[in-house]
Every structure is written in structure tokens, then in C-alpha cells.
């Protein structure tokens, strides 16, 4: 099969998505970035609206070549929704036509904890060459700054919302860590923080260290690692309900 | 303990270390990144004379603001030699005075896959704020550019080298892969990337995916993911022996 000359760009967006904060465009996302964002012309999102909100920052910067009303903006169908193979193609039909297309979700890397990984594997099967663009990743930001172990490491993504399962849950990773070393990284629901925390500080090993990363590359932005004893001494520096949050439980 | 003003900056550097081809810097920095980059005059690194050389490039786009042979430049220790915390403390010395500081290694994320991990641990000991900055991390980039489940994944650094345990290490993650959908991501000396092709193409189930990042972010880049069946009838285009890459087993 030939390559087809247009691309599939994986784009990141800022971490702000549903925060009172904007951050500033330039310190998340290089220029030579914003430069081909703003020439593209098809794109498929988790959600058009967002997109449309972000393509309006990135034209205060680095002005779009066509209108943001001109562009053709498609949603990722959702998870939920049993769509075919063929309907999925489809939606990839502007790259064989010629139009290069950006790939984006609500907030950081498409594809990583968010939706995307279905088109790209699409996008593999045709083909069609992929390229990721560098943008904010929370994950690996509250890795590089937690100082917990980086050689190897787990992601988790949400862990089990029952206690009981929960409680196993833990358990298991800090058997791994204590096994393997490797650090262990979820997330959870802001609205979630406070029951997760108080579930983290029942952990009977006192010596693990949590860090707990609130606010990535926003004004509020706070990393904090320290032992769960030590956490136990500083709850008031637990995350409250409204602040998204990067949780790695390690060793250094 | 009051918390110090001055702070750890976690920077990231381009990936095309050792690489002829030098990444444009507005590609895989932002720009107020590389202006954080420019203020600072204190700085621990894996490599001083990889440091240099990215400064000058830095120095290129935004001006430095002290000239580079009046920075203060420190190494970090070697792993292998054995250093107190006394000592280790030591280095960050200059941002309990009042300096802020860059960490960096020499391509990438300081940290995660590469040194750096213990002074971060140690500034978190004595309440430095530690601010990571979006670069480059091109664990993150191959798995968003793969298509594969990026909902859960692990990255293990390097398999092991002696071909029994590589075998059996293998086994392990596709089973791994089967019972979790867990995406698997490591990595590999270049010169040994021949060697750990022809084992990963002997797995013995062809229908796991194969996902191979070759030179990230250079001009070479090129990302395919393929079955390991497909892999077998399209081996002209495995890595050679001097190609840095990210290999990712999973499914979609």
C-alpha cells in the first residue's frame, strides 16, 4: 500500500480543560506546534466544543489559516457507542483524500488516559503515517517531579471505587513496589480526592511514599512527596474536592 | 520548615542526543520553557558537556542571560559511586541561598528512564518546590503515536539480555497483556535492537501487537505498529543498529 502524503497529527492540549485558570499557551505547547495546528483543517476530538475553544487560543498566537467556522470537526464517537470498522474509517477518509487531520481530547496526550487510541490504530492499519507532537502529559509531569523511582513504572488509570476492592487494590501495589520497586500512578475523580486520601492513609506500611501532584502547569500547582507517616502529620495538604490530581505510590 | 523561594527546575532536552540530526528547539520546547532556561545559572546534570551544548543551542532562540562559562555546572553522581546524603544535600545547596536550579540529564524527561529521581527526592525532603517543565518524553510519544490500550500500560526499561530470561520475560508480558490488556513499553540499546527484534518476531502468538518508534522526534522518525505476524512478512522495515527506539507490546 502506498503512504499517503497527509499525516494524522497526535495533538496535546493544555491541562487547564474545566479549570478557572488558562495556562499560558507558550509554556505548554512549543511554537512549532501551535504553527501546525494552525494550518490544519480536519480534525477529530473528543469534544468539538472544547476544540473549537482551544483552536480560539492558539489564534490569539499563531493565526489560524482558515476560520474556525470552516473547519471540518468531528467527535470521536464515544466509548459507549457500538460503532463499525468501516464507520470508523470514514472518518479518516480526509487523510487519503489529501488533508492532514489533528487528533485531540479535552486535556493533555490523546490516546493516554483519554480517548484516541482506536483511530490511531486505524490510522496504523491504513498506512497512514502518525505523528505525535509534544504537549503537557500529567502523568509524566508528576513522575519527573515526584523523585519516586522512574526506571520502572505503572499506569493505573482510576482504581476500583468499592472499598473493599480498593483495600485489595492497594495492597497489591504496594506488594509490587516492595517486590519490583516500580511506582505505581493513578488517578481518580477531583470529587473523589478526599475518600481516596483517607483510603491512602490507612495503608499499614508507613515508610511508602505518596506523591500527591494537584494542579499540573496550573497557577495552583503543587507536587508534594513524603511517606504516608509523614503525610498522616500534613493532611492539611491534601488535595480538597475540586483540584484534578496525579497519585504515585513508590519508593525513591 | 519555610519553604525556600527559589526552586528545582525538572527540564527537559531534546531526544536527538548522539543523533547527527539536530530537532529544531521551537519543535520540542515552548518558548517560555526555554526563557525559565535561560534565567538560570545553577544547574546538576548527568552530563555537563551535553549541558553546554544545549545551552548554546538555547542561547540561539532566547539569549542566555549569564554567559555559559560563568554558570555553576554540577554532575550528578554517578550511580555507581557511593554518595552520602550529606554530600548529595550539598548540591542543592544554591536554592537554600537563593538560586534556583535546572535538573537535566541528557535527553528527555530528567528522572523517568534516566538519572535524577534521588535529587528530587532530596529537594521534596527539604521543602524546595520542584516545578517540572513540558518537553519531550518519547515513552509518551510512542504510546500515544501506537494506537494501542493507553488506559493502563507499564514501561519496564530494559528486558533482560541473556536469551532464556528474555524468553521467558517475554511469556510473562503477553500474559500480562492477555489478562490486563496492560500496554507494555521498554526499550533497548540501539546495537542490540536486531538481536531483540528476532526474539520479539519468535513470540508465539502472532496476533499480539508490535509497535516499534524509531528515532522520535528526528528526522527519521517513523512509527509502526503492526501485529508480530505482520511484523514477520514486513521485516525490512525493523530497526537497524543504530536507531534509538520505544517498543510497545499490546493490543488496540
Known amino acids: 500500500m502506498t503512504q499517503p502524503i497527509a499525516k494524522l497529527y497526535v495533538v496535546p492540549t493544555p491541562l487547564d480543560f474545566g479549570s478557572a485558570f488558562q495556562t499560558p499557551l507558550h509554556q505548554v505547547l512549543p511554537l512549532a506546534n501551535l504553527q501546525i495546528i494552525a494550518t490544519l483543517t480536519h480534525w477529530l476530538c473528543e469534544n468539538s466544543k472544547s476544540l473549537r475553544a482551544f483552536l480560539k487560543r492558539v489564534d490569539a498566537i499563531v493565526p489560524l489559516c482558515h476560520p474556525i467556522q470552516h473547519l471540518n470537526i468531528q467527535q470521536l464517537p464515544a466509548q459507549s457507542e457500538s460503532v463499525n470498522v468501516t464507520q470508523s474509517c470514514d472518518l479518516l477518509a480526509p487523510i ?4 492532514s487531520m489533528g487528533l485531540a481530547s479535552e486535556a493533555g496526550m490523546p490516546a493516554i488516559a483519554d480517548p484516541g487510541a482506536t483511530m490511531v490504530q486505524l490510522a496504523h492499519s491504513q498506512s497512514i503515517q502518525v505523528v505525535p507532537l509534544v504537549g503537557p502529559c500529567s502523568i509524566i509531569l508528576a513522575l519527573s517531579a515526584s523523585g519516586l523511582y522512574g526506571q520502572h513504572f505503572a499506569f493505573l488509570g482510576y482504581l476500583p471505587k468499592n472499598s473493599v476492592d480498593l483495600h485489595q487494590k492497594l495492597e497489591h501495589l504496594i506488594q509490587a513496589i516492595q517486590r519490583t520497586g516500580q511506582s505505581q500512578i493513578f488517578i481518580e475523580t477531583p470529587y473523589r480526592n478526599v475518600k481516596l486520601c483517607t483510603e491512602l492513609l490507612q495503608i499499614r506500611h508507613p515508610e511508602v511514599y505518596l506523591s500527591i501532584s494537584q494542579g499540573l502547569t496550573l497557577e495552583a500547582q503543587r507536587i508534594q512527596t513524603r ?9 492539611a495538604d491534601l488535595p480538597n474536592r475540586s483540584t484534578p490530581c496525579i497519585y504515585i505510590l513508590g519508593k525513591p
Do not use: S
Open 96 to 99: 487519503l483524500a489529501g488533508h
Open 227 to 235: 511517606t504516608l507517616a509523614d503525610w498522616r502529620r500534613h493532611n
